[in-house]
């Protein structure tokens, strides 16, 4: 496999298990070392360049906290693990980011889940590093607490311009805060684009038309069905929905109009990311076979 991710995004990183996620991850921070070729991260090898390490944060499924300290005394223990400068400042404005001020002097041990997953986020980027790693960051959580990770991780990016490597198996989350993405099985990346080019690629456009007249639905239906360059329409009450082919979804808007059809809705409907996964993962077991 060859990738890389630019300085600031958030990069996905997907598969499912055992496609070789985690090694890659710990192959990047030098804990593996690879059998060929190198992983470069800012520029350095992180199984030499130990110096290096302190420019990279990362959250593996165990949140590296500890039950019978508070929240700030875990905090201040790793501040001094990483020697960092006005420890309790930086303690605090973290307790602040990740919403735990009020518990900050309660017992890990009694905080839920999704509590710990954000104070192992913040012990994570303790140090300002450049670039943080997340493995399956939201895994367990109920949706509440990953809408709560979900919004650190955009935080992150947005407020703290952090490079943000993301391994997930929730495509929804992925979808939602990701730029970038590349699509692994067993140990191949098979999809590697943005969010954006991925959903929205491919010769046919889903499209679907809400008329404010449900009167004039077969009228508009037997309209476009004369026209060149649309497939596949389907008539719903008063929404039909359609594939275009060579033709542009304004097009099909103001033919309607021009016609005497009241259009109330027209919205592009884009493939999802778990859509182009199951498609991905589907040609990859057909390659293997």
Known sequence: MSFSVDTGEIFGYLGPNGAGKTTTLRVLLGLLSP????????????????SMRR????????????????????????????????????????LDFVGLTERAGDMVGNFSTGMKRKLGIARAILHEPEILFLDEPTSGLDPEA??????????????????????????????????????????????????????SAGKKT?????????TQASEAEDLLSSFGGIGEITRNGNVLGMMLVTIH?????????????????????KRSLEEIYLDVMRQAEGDVA
């Not at 059998?35 to 130990?50: E, P």
């Not at 490079?163 to 140990?187: K, M, P």
Request: hydrophobic share 40%.
């Open 249 to 269: 979804a304004h097009e099909v808007v103001t033919t309607l109009v021009k016609n005497g059809i009241w259009v109330e809705e027209a919205r592009i409907q």
């Open 55 to 94: 420019r990279v944060g990362v959250l593996m499924e165990n949140n590296g906290l500890y039950d019978r300290l508070t929240a700030r005394e875990n905090l201040e223990y790793y501040a001094r693990l990483y020697e960092v400068n006005r420890p309790g400042n930086r303690v605090t404005e973290l």
């Open 206 to 214: 889903g499209f679907s038309i809400t008329l404010a007249d449900t």
């Open 35 to 50: 059998t060929s070729g190198t992983a470069i991260v800012l520029d350095a090898d992180l199984s030499k360049d130990d």
């Open 146 to 199: 990953q809408h709560m990770v979900r919004e650190l991780i955009l935080r992150l990016s947005r407020v703290e311009s952090m490079t943000v490597f993301l391994n997930s198996h929730n495509l929804d989350e992925v979808q939602r805060i990701c730029s970038r993405v590349a699509i692994l099985h067993q140990g191949r990346i098979r999809a590697l684009d943005s969010i954006q080019h991925l959903t």
